[in-house]
């Protein structure tokens, strides 16, 4: 089974920056929408952003837009999820997901990820 490789988490101040990276070595990368999602304990999992197989549309949730962007490299097999101004209440594992539909907006959708990469915001 595929996996797909989460990294660039870790421990930030408040109003910091991160990268996120997703290494999806699939053959057919360029042909799946793909989605950041995140989980914090005790709280469901949200799907934060999305973007399309060719990257001309993206998805944010209202929590995070104008905040974080998502883009992807098809020739590098690689999903990034930049994410600026963090807030504490951004504390979560994030993980990378794809999904075979068209509907890449829906959390549903999603059936492949990874491991996940833990990210910690400071007050």
């Known amino acids: 089974q595929v996996q797909l490789v989460e990294s660039g988490g870790g421990l930030v101040q408040g109003g910091g920056s991160l990268r996120l990276s997703c290494a999806a070595p699939?053959?057919?990368?360029?042909?799946?929408?793909m989605g950041w999602f995140r989980q914090a304990p005790g709280k469901e999992r949200e799907l934060v952003a999305a973007?399309?197989?060719?990257?001309?549309?993206?998805y944010y949730a209202d929590s995070v837009k104008g905040r974080f962007t998502i883009s992807r490299d098809n020739a590098k097999k690689m999903v990034y999820l930049q994410m600026n101004s963090l807030k504490p209440e951004d504390t979560a594992v994030y993980y990378c997901?794809?999904?075979?539909?068209?509907?890449?907006?829906?959390?549903?959708?999603?059936?492949?990820w990874g491991q996940g990469t833990q990210v910690t915001v400071s007050s």
């Open positions: 997901e794809r999904t075979r539909s068209t509907s890449y907006y829906k959390s549903t959708v999603y059936d492949l």
């Open positions: 699939l053959r057919t990368f360029s042909s799946y929408p």
């Open positions: 973007i399309t197989k060719s990257g001309d549309s993206t």
